[in-house]
Nanobody
Framework: QVQLVESGGGLVHPGGSLRLSCAAS????????MGWYRQAPGKQRELVARITSGGTTNYADSVKGRFTISRDNAENTVHLQMNSLRPEDTAVYYC????????????WGQGTQVTVSS
Protein backbone atom coordinates (compact mmCIF):
# COMPACT_ATOMS: atom_id res chain seq x y z
CA GLN A 1 0.00 0.00 0.00
CA VAL A 2 3.05 2.28 -0.12
CA GLN A 3 2.79 4.81 -2.91
CA LEU A 4 5.13 7.49 -4.18
CA VAL A 5 3.52 9.57 -6.91
CA GLU A 6 5.62 12.03 -8.89
CA SER A 7 4.26 15.02 -10.76
CA GLY A 8 5.49 18.18 -12.42
CA GLY A 9 7.52 16.79 -15.28
CA GLY A 10 7.24 18.04 -18.81
CA LEU A 11 8.97 19.79 -21.66
CA VAL A 12 11.04 22.89 -20.98
CA HIS A 13 13.52 24.96 -22.96
CA PRO A 14 17.17 25.15 -21.92
CA GLY A 15 17.55 27.65 -19.12
CA GLY A 16 14.00 27.10 -17.94
CA SER A 17 12.65 25.75 -14.67
CA LEU A 18 10.45 22.94 -13.44
CA ARG A 19 9.29 21.89 -10.00
CA LEU A 20 8.80 18.20 -9.36
CA SER A 21 6.65 16.95 -6.52
CA CYS A 22 6.38 13.55 -4.88
CA ALA A 23 3.42 12.68 -2.69
CA ALA A 24 3.97 9.75 -0.35
CA SER A 25 1.41 7.57 1.34
CA UNK A 26 1.56 4.41 3.37
CA UNK A 27 4.77 5.35 5.20
CA UNK A 28 5.61 7.32 8.32
CA UNK A 29 7.00 10.03 6.08
CA UNK A 30 8.96 12.03 8.63
CA UNK A 31 11.16 9.02 9.46
CA UNK A 32 12.32 8.53 5.85
CA UNK A 33 15.18 9.98 3.89
CA MET A 34 13.79 11.22 0.57
CA GLY A 35 15.60 11.46 -2.72
CA TRP A 36 15.29 12.22 -6.37
CA TYR A 37 17.04 10.01 -8.90
CA ARG A 38 17.05 10.16 -12.67
CA GLN A 39 17.67 7.76 -15.52
CA ALA A 40 18.28 8.64 -19.14
CA PRO A 41 17.99 6.05 -21.94
CA GLY A 42 21.00 3.75 -21.99
CA LYS A 43 22.34 5.12 -18.72
CA GLN A 44 22.33 4.00 -15.12
CA ARG A 45 20.03 5.54 -12.57
CA GLU A 46 21.84 8.25 -10.65
CA LEU A 47 21.23 10.25 -7.51
CA VAL A 48 20.19 13.84 -8.15
CA ALA A 49 19.37 15.14 -4.69
CA ARG A 50 18.64 13.77 -1.25
CA ILE A 51 17.18 15.13 1.96
CA THR A 52 17.39 13.14 5.16
CA SER A 53 14.73 12.79 7.80
CA GLY A 54 16.70 15.39 9.74
CA GLY A 55 16.71 17.87 6.87
CA THR A 56 20.30 17.46 5.66
CA THR A 57 20.63 17.79 1.89
CA ASN A 58 23.14 16.65 -0.67
CA TYR A 59 23.30 16.96 -4.44
CA ALA A 60 25.01 15.50 -7.43
CA ASP A 61 27.85 17.73 -8.58
CA SER A 62 26.10 18.20 -11.91
CA VAL A 63 23.09 19.92 -10.30
CA LYS A 64 24.65 21.83 -7.42
CA GLY A 65 23.58 25.45 -7.48
CA ARG A 66 20.74 24.72 -9.89
CA PHE A 67 18.45 22.27 -8.07
CA THR A 68 16.95 22.48 -4.60
CA ILE A 69 15.31 19.64 -2.71
CA SER A 70 12.84 20.32 0.07
CA ARG A 71 10.28 18.43 2.10
CA ASP A 72 7.02 19.19 3.83
CA ASN A 73 6.39 16.57 6.48
CA ALA A 74 2.91 17.92 7.19
CA GLU A 75 1.96 17.18 3.57
CA ASN A 76 4.05 14.01 3.15
CA THR A 77 5.61 15.64 0.12
CA VAL A 78 9.09 16.20 -1.25
CA HIS A 79 9.89 18.69 -4.01
CA LEU A 80 12.70 19.28 -6.44
CA GLN A 81 13.03 22.80 -7.78
CA MET A 82 15.05 22.64 -10.99
CA ASN A 83 16.43 25.86 -12.42
CA SER A 84 18.77 26.61 -15.31
CA LEU A 85 17.86 23.33 -16.93
CA ARG A 86 20.16 21.83 -19.52
CA PRO A 87 19.53 19.22 -22.24
CA GLU A 88 21.62 16.73 -20.26
CA ASP A 89 19.05 16.97 -17.47
CA THR A 90 16.62 15.12 -19.73
CA ALA A 91 15.62 11.89 -18.00
CA VAL A 92 12.90 10.10 -16.12
CA TYR A 93 13.00 11.40 -12.57
CA TYR A 94 12.13 9.01 -9.76
CA CYS A 95 11.15 9.70 -6.19
CA UNK A 96 12.77 7.50 -3.56
CA UNK A 97 11.97 6.92 0.10
CA UNK A 98 14.47 5.15 2.33
CA UNK A 99 14.33 4.38 6.00
CA UNK A 100 17.78 3.93 7.49
CA UNK A 101 16.72 3.88 11.13
CA UNK A 102 14.97 0.86 12.58
CA UNK A 103 14.21 -1.70 9.88
CA UNK A 104 15.63 -0.81 6.46
CA UNK A 105 13.01 0.07 3.85
CA UNK A 106 13.27 1.40 0.32
CA UNK A 107 10.53 2.47 -2.10
CA TRP A 108 10.36 3.99 -5.58
CA GLY A 109 7.82 5.99 -7.51
CA GLN A 110 6.81 5.37 -11.10
CA GLY A 111 8.79 8.31 -12.45
CA THR A 112 8.02 11.50 -14.33
CA GLN A 113 9.57 12.52 -17.64
CA VAL A 114 11.61 15.71 -17.85
CA THR A 115 12.67 16.83 -21.31
CA VAL A 116 14.90 19.84 -21.85
CA SER A 117 14.98 20.74 -25.51
CA SER A 118 14.84 23.66 -27.90
Amino acid sequence: QVQLVESGGGLVHPGGSLRLSCAASGIYFSTYDMGWYRQAPGKQRELVARITSGGTTNYADSVKGRFTISRDNAENTVHLQMNSLRPEDTAVYYCNAERTLLTKRNYWGQGTQVTVSS
